[in-house]
């Protein structure tokens, strides 16, 4: 311990404490995920508990102190019965005596295996009356008594009522019947203050998703401020995105202008050989603000609607086939329809199929469809992206070029960005790696269904 404290700072405390939490944590995968799966099993757990701790005390009181104590009187009223010599005393203490012939006395007690109190009567019994030499408790009505007296043995036969209490179970029954409903009675309550809690996360994700979804705040104090922050954050970004949208769009639309006017003055030079070069330019200019305008349009721009992703992404990619592309679809898995934007998916995949022929030789696209979840991968041979730039390539207008091939052109950076956008408007993620066929770039648009 003193080398774990000297090496690593961690007190001997503290680090018992850790192997304590890491000793429980295989309980983390049993518990609810839900916020009312935790809270049920919140309510639960101390009813549960309350149960217990009752039933026991109720079993240490009822069950045990008051059997005893009954079970004392009874005993001395067998001993005055066997200290008798007629049946007389046994009449007055109703009790039914009879002689057992030779042979007849059995040999060990007999009780119902559930019969809790029984095993204090007979121990009780045993214990207070020498004479007993078996004891039967065969249901809740009677008990029946073997003894061996000093001129003959006997068998005594008298209520369960005289030893135990009656229906002692009820109590238990109680216990538990009202449990139960208490716990019906506080789910339902609490169901219903959990209900604005999922309206506000439904909303959020929603939200999240691109698309806006009516929400009002109730509930308690403290779910109305969370739901009244939410809607003013929502407004506040929607406010920022339009007047992000408005900006490139005037900028983009102004420039568009002079853009023409330059193509239009270098179009009548007399020396198109010198001209070209400054064409080339405005041209990239052109291409450069029509990205602009892309990323400031939002990625939710269409509504969702319920299409074949296979059908879409090979829709796709004959349009980039016959735009001269070297594109190939690779293979397709599965089949079924989802809820997607069609114009969003189109932009996303024309976007990584771009950025694979510039980076390198020739693209491969698959469509992968199963029960959860949606893949779209776009693999190049180009030289790829290193792990540790590959956060950094999907951030608006970031460049890369230095690890990348610089004879196919350079973009505005924006490509990654937008396709990014697009994956987390369905719900999805935009995932980065290496290729294991082609050796370069492995894009994956993952959306779950």
Not at 303 to 323: F, G, H, N, Q
Request: net charge neutral; with cysteine; glycine share 8%.
């Amino acid at each position: 311990m003193r080398s774990v404290k000297a090496h690593w700072g961690i007190s001997p405390a503290r680090l018992s404490d850790y192997a304590l939490f890491m000793n429980f944590r295989w309980l983390k995968r049993y518990m609810p995920r839900s916020l009312t799966g935790r809270a049920t099993l919140i309510l639960l757990l101390p009813v549960i508990s309350v149960l217990v701790v009752v039933s026991v005390v109720s079993v240490q009181r009822l069950f045990e102190g008051v059997t005893r104590q009954m079970t004392v009187t009874a005993a001395r009223e067998i001993s005055l019965v066997m200290a008798a010599d007629g049946g007389g005393v046994a009449q007055l203490l109703d009790m039914e005596r009879r002689a057992l012939a030779p042979g007849e006395m059995p040999e060990a007690d007999m009780r119902r295996w559930y019969d809790l109190t029984g095993i204090v009567v007979i121990r009780e019994l045993r214990q207070l009356v020498p004479e007993i030499r078996a004891v039967h408790l065969p249901d809740d009505q009677s008990v029946t008594l073997y003894v061996e007296g000093a001129v003959d043995a006997l068998e005594l036969r008298f209520d369960r009522r005289r030893v135990s209490a009656s229906n002692p179970h009820q109590i238990l029954v109680n216990m538990l019947v009202c449990g139960a409903l208490m716990t019906v009675v506080a789910y339902l309550y609490l169901r219903n203050q959990l209900r604005p809690i999922t309206q506000l996360a439904r909303a959020a994700e929603a939200f999240g998703r691109g698309r806006m979804e009516g929400y009002r705040p109730r509930g308690a104090v403290e779910v109305r401020a969370a739901g009244h922050a939410f809607l003013d954050m929502r407004a506040r970004i929607e406010r920022q995105i339009e007047q992000r949208t408005l900006m490139l769009s005037g900028v983009s639309h102004d420039l568009r202008t002079p853009l023409t006017r330059l193509k239009l003055s270098l179009s009548m030079l007399d020396d198109p050989d010198e001209a070209a070069p400054m064409l080339r330019d405005v041209d990239d200019m052109q291409r450069l603000l029509d990205e602009f305008l892309a990323f400031a349009r939002d990625a939710a721009e269409d509504e969702p609607e319920m299409v074949d992703p296979a059908a879409l992404v090979k829709r796709i990619v004959e349009d980039c086939v016959r735009s001269a592309l070297p594109v190939t679809l690779h293979a397709v898995l599965g089949e079924g329809e989802m809820a997607l934007r069609p114009g969003g998916i189109r932009r996303a995949v024309e976007n990584l199929i771009n950025n694979a022929v510039r980076y390198g030789s020739r693209a491969e696209v698959s469509v992968q469809i199963s029960a959860r979840v949606l893949r779209i991968r776009v693999e190049d041979d180009g030289p790829g992206i290193a792990p540790a730039l590959r956060e950094e390539a999907v951030k608006p207008f970031a460049r890369l070029e230095p690890g990348r091939n610089q004879d196919k052109g350079t973009g505005v950076g924006l490509g990654l960005a937008i396709t990014t956008d697009i994956a987390r408007v369905h719900g999805g993620s935009l995932r980065l790696g290496v290729s294991e066929r082609l050796g370069g770039l492995c894009a994956d648009i993952v959306i779950a269904r």
